[in-house]
């Protein structure tokens, strides 16, 4: 459990009551969106016509990935990279050209003045600490999810964004997502009437899909910097394995939970206007991928988000399966007396139903349909016949059936980029940033609680207006 001392609490009480509104911003795509949890106003902002010239620590798989989707955004040069491992140094330079720098440690690539932004995708247990860095040489900082892996961490990315005062973005694209957006817009216009469930559901059934990922035949301590990918993390022998699929072992990664679930977390504060769960319990277990792991490879999530003057009060559950047989089944749900929002990769598709009293007038589903009457005794099925037809509220009344509607996003659409779109706007017109390190903390922490909850077996109280774990 995690208190913070008395001055640190008053001044982080001051920060979670300027962030916790939510205020209305146009994106730099020109859409109407809500911006998030402002925290404090960037005070490195880049003119408009100005190239930002970003740095990339973490040449792995997002990395990549994270760093094209970035050049897409006009006006975006990669001029450094930094990662432990000597081919993906070497990759860098094939795939971006030799003119990019590449560092074997990322303090050597914060050092140079002329890089604005850097793009943190490194393993997890090295986000709160390089964020922080970062901050403090002046760049601004797109550090992917899960933004932390404790609350501790959390409350210190938190405090170094506000006393820097840099553009600092979580890079949970759900953040960003058009789709999220129109699930919000139809929430909030009453589409589904209040939000009473939100459920997930996630299954994979492949290898690569349970975090197999491949290991490279040079790997050694000769080609990767074994000390400075351990980090903060206990001090062990080099094990290609771990620094390869280090999502598997608690000292580095944080388990499906902080993995999948943060973004779910990320899309649900977006699309209900909440900060957060107060009551946050999982279980699960090691079921199939024995390889060595120490994580498991399928769990349940349940969550209490109490009513709040933003959100009515609802429940959240979680489900994750990398044991999947039927295969790659996901579902995402939010769940209101009107009507259900299902979000899938492509689009939302809004169904309204309602609820209904129909059964209520009709003689076929009272008398004869499953209903207690039938295993009354004759006399007492004719005389409650005769009561329900003198007193029948009239006739059948019909569901109030408003049918189904999908919405899809343009093809092509990226939610990524957005995100990157949006973060570089921030930084060229000092607009607020999509997920700031307070809505990142608060994504984070319920996500890294599910793992606490799993590994201690016991349910955690959680206050997400103080950002604070009670119990
Ligand atoms: N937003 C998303 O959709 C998304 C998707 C995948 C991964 N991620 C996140 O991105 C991060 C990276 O995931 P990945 O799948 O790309 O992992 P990865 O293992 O493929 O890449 C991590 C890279 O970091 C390097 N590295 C490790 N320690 C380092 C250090 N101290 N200094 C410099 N480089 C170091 C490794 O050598 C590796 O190249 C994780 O936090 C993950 O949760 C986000």
Redesign the pocket.
């Known amino acids: 459990m995690t208190r913070t001392s008395t001055s640190r609490r008053t001044f982080l009480k001051k920060l979670a009551a300027s962030s916790a509104v939510t205020a209305v911003g146009t994106t730099a795509l020109g859409r109407n969106h809500f911006a998030i949890h402002r925290t404090a106003a960037p005070s490195r902002v880049v003119s408009p016509n100005d190239k930002i010239r970003i740095g990339l620590?973490?040449?792995?798989?997002?990395?990549f990935?994270?760093a094209d989707t970035a050049l897409k955004v006009p006006g975006i040069e990669i001029v450094a990279a930094?990662?432990?491992?000597e081919a993906?140094r070497i990759r860098v330079k094939e795939y971006y050209g030799a003119h990019v720098d590449t560092y074997?440690?990322?303090r050597d690539l914060l050092a140079r003045e002329d890089i604005d932004a850097v793009l943190?995708?490194?393993?997890?247990h090295?986000?709160s600490t390089?964020s922080i860095d970062a901050m403090k040489a002046g760049k601004a900082v797109y550090c992917?999810?899960?933004m932390t892996r404790t609350v501790a961490e959390g409350l210190s990315v938190v405090e170094a964004a506000a006393e820097t005062g840099v553009v600092f973005q979580v890079?949970?694209?759900q953040a960003s997502s058009i789709l999220n957006q129109k699930a919000r817009d139809l929430i909030d216009a009453g589409a589904i009437g209040p939000v009473n469930m939100v459920q997930t559901n996630r299954g994979r059934n492949t290898s690569l899909g349970a975090w197999q990922?491949s290991i490279p035949r040079d790997a050694s301590p000769e080609t990767?910097?074994w000390d400075?990918?351990l980090?903060s993390a206990p001090k062990r022998p080099f094990e290609a394995i771990r620094?390869?699929r280090?999502?598997n072992y608690w000292d580095y990664?944080?388990a499906v939970a902080?993995?999948i679930f943060?973004?779910h977390f990320t899309a649900i504060h977006k699309v209900t206007n909440s900060i957060g769960p107060t009551r946050i319990q999982a279980s699960g277990g090691l079921r199939y991928w024995k390889d060595g792991r120490e994580v498991y490879d399928i769990i349940a999530g349940i969550c209490d988000y109490p009513e709040t003057e933003n959100h009515p009060g609802f429940t959240l559950t979680l489900a994750t399966n990398w044991v999947s047989g039927g295969g790659d089944l996901t579902m995402f749900r939010y769940v209101g007396s009107e009507g259900t929002i299902e979000v899938d990769s492509r689009g939302l598709t809004l169904r309204q139903v309602g609820i209904t009293d129909k059964d209520e007038h009709t003689p076929e589903a009272v008398l004869a349909g499953y209903n207690s009457v039938y295993t009354w005794s004759e006399a007492q099925r004719e005389e409650f016949a005769k009561w329900f037809m003198a007193n029948r509220k009239g006739p059948q009344v019909a569901p109030p059936m408003k049918g189904e509607t999908r919405y899809d996003v343009p093809d092509g659409y990226d939610a990524?980029f957005d995100h990157f779109a949006n973060f570089f706007h921030s930084m060229r017109s000092g607009t607020p940033v999509f997920e700031d390190a307070v809505y990142g903390h608060r994504a984070a922490s319920p996500a890294n609680l599910c793992n606490d909850s799993y590994r201690q077996k016991k349910i955690m109280e959680w206050d997400p207006v103080e950002m604070e774990l009670l119990s």
């Open positions: 620590v973490g040449a792995g798989i997002i990395g990935i994270d930094a990662d432990v491992y993906r074997v440690d990322y943190l995708c490194v393993p997890d090295w986000h390089m992917e999810k899960p890079g949970s694209q990922y990767l910097d400075r990918f980090g620094a390869f280090w999502r990664g944080t902080g993995d943060v973004h990524r």
